[in-house]
Each structure stands twice: as C-alpha cells, then as structure tokens.
C-alpha cells in the first residue's frame, strides 16, 4: 500500500489567533484521534499535498516530537473563498481496532457488453468499509468481464474478504447500458422482422353479387 510521511510539530497555541498565525506561515492545523490520546498539530501545506489531492488510498506517517503515528485520513476543510486547505483530520491505526474508510473500486477486465457494442457506465468510484489496519487495501478488486448489456453489478457482487461493506447491497455500482445506435438497430431489426401488412383491397377475392 502506498504511504506518505508527514513531518509535522505539536500545537502550543489555540484559538482564531493561532490559528491564523499558522496559515500565514502556510501551515494546516491538524489532528490525530483514534488512539490512547489526541494529538493536535500542524504541518506545512506542501506535506499535505500528495495524500489530500489524490483519488489514491494511503497510510499516513505522521511523526510529531520523535512519536510516529500510523493514520489514515478523515476530513479535511478547505476555505470557503479560496479553495485552501485548513484543516486535517487523521485517524490512528491501533493494532486490531477496527477503522471504517473508503477505498476506492479498481474496475478489471472489459466487459462483453462492451464488445457488443454498449457503454460502461461507473456508477460508483470507492466503497465504504470496516475493517482491522492489517486488511486495509489500496484498492478492491471488481472483475466486469462478464457484465452484459442491461446488466449491472451491484455492491452485494463484490468480493472483499475480511471487510464488512457498509453500502446498501443493491446499490449498483457499474452497468453497461444499450447505445443510441444499439437501439436504432434493434427496431429497425424488428421492423424487418415484423409480419407484413394486407395486401391493397385490389388484390382480395371480390365478395359474390348480392342475389336479386
């Protein structure tokens, strides 16, 4: 699994003045919880880059007065106005304790539906789950080989040994759909297909005289 270390140093100073005082030294306020106690603290904004601007799953080490913390992130806070990072929020990895996240969904393989002409659609990107530290993945796996057109795969389809999934498991998360032109083929086809019409009302067998 991929991993980031962060240098960062304890927080001595709270409050609105603090805190503007670290962003003008563009650093981010910041805080691990999860473990045997809190730890607030602050890092320069260029350390959060890789871990916060990424669609990636990592771990973070973040070392903080000689003590190194295993953490994933939680939440993050960007400037209502300028779109900048302010905040970080970081959960410890304690041994087995369980850490629910969300990882994000490799789609493997090309499905048969696209063969045939259908589109892919991605419904969903990452799922949540809880899970112990050790079982953590970059990402889960999700073959789509087989889906057909019309059909879907849903979180219940997904395979994820020794993580509990937390979405709904009929939500779909892919599903190949019919094209425009898969439509227009397949009435067309019909219409081929379809039984011909009567004959014009010259060609039927005239109906006897009426008898006088």
């Known amino acids: 699994m991929k991993s980031i270390t962060i240098e960062g140093q304890l927080r001595t100073g709270f409050g609105k003045a603090a805190t503007r005082q670290l962003r003008s030294e563009e650093k981010v306020p910041g805080v691990i919880y999860g473990g045997a106690k809190e730890i607030n603290f602050s890092a320069p904004l260029a350390a959060f880059k890789d871990i916060v601007y990424t669609p990636d799953f990592m771990v973070a080490e973040i070392k903080v007065e000689g003590a190194t913390y295993n953490c994933v992130l939680k939440d993050l806070q960007f400037d209502k106005v300028t779109d900048k990072l302010i905040h970080v929020d970081f959960l410890e990895l304690v041994g087995k304790k369980k850490v629910t996240v969300s990882i994000p969904i490799n789609f493997v393989g090309s499905p048969n539906g696209v063969k045939e002409g ?76 379809a039984p011909g019409e009567s004959k014009p009302a010259e060609a039927k067998a005239e109906a006897p005289a009426a008898k006088k």
Do not use: C, F, Y
Request: proline residues 5%.
């Open 118 to 193: 259908g589109k892919l659609a991605i419904k969903m990107k990452s799922l949540k789950v809880k899970t112990t530290p050790e079982h953590l993945l970059e990402h889960i796996d999700v073959d789509i080989n087989e889906l057909q057109i019309n059909e879907n795969i849903r979180v219940q389809d997904v395979k994820a040994p020794n993580m509990e999934i937390l979405n709904s498991p009929r939500i779909p998360i892919a599903s190949v759909a019919m094209t425009r032109q898969l439509k227009q083929e397949e009435a067309s086809g019909a219409k081929a297909a």
